[in-house]
């Protein structure tokens, strides 16, 4: 089955690292995933620019209104994902309690929907 891990960071904890251990932990989480992705689990990885950069479009009454990020009072933001392949629910749950942000953030599991599934139901 497929899971989603998607990666919450949090600026205050991670500007607090002391000097060289994002770095340490970055190569970790790279190299990591790299051993992942060999093994066949990991099918995608990807980080995501800062909150500030990104846009929410919304269209209401017909009308497309487009907001500039951040949107939510919040320490912790999405900064990333990896798409996982795991024989159960736990193996995700070990594999997201691997990723070193984990401990400087969040990382949320969940699994992906069968989208043929869905894609079949509406005859699309």
């Known amino acids: 089955m497929k899971y989603l891990l998607l990666v919450y960071s949090d600026d205050t ?3 607090a690292l002391p000097p060289g251990e994002f770095e340490t932990r970055m190569h970790s989480c790279i190299t990591h995933a ?3 992705r060999t093994q066949g689990k990991l099918l995608d990885a990807q980080q995501l620019e800062a909150p500030a ?3 929410a479009v919304r269209i209401r009454a017909g009308k497309t ?6 949107f ?8 990333g ?4 392949e795991a024989d159960s629910e736990e193996e995700a749950v070990r594999m997201a309690a691997e ?3 984990a401990k400087t953030g969040c990382i949320e599991v969940r699994p992906l929907r069968d989208f043929d599934a869905v894609r ?3 005859g699309a």
């Open 72 to 79: 939510a009072e919040t320490k912790e933001y999405l900064a």
């Open 81 to 84: 994902f990896n798409l996982i």
């Open 13 to 15: 904890l991670l500007n």
């Open 53 to 55: 950069t990104a846009k």
């Open 34 to 36: 790299d051993e992942l």
């Open 99 to 101: 990723l070193p942000w």
């Open 65 to 70: 209104v487009v907001l500039d990020g951040p």
């Open 120 to 122: 079949r139901r509406v």
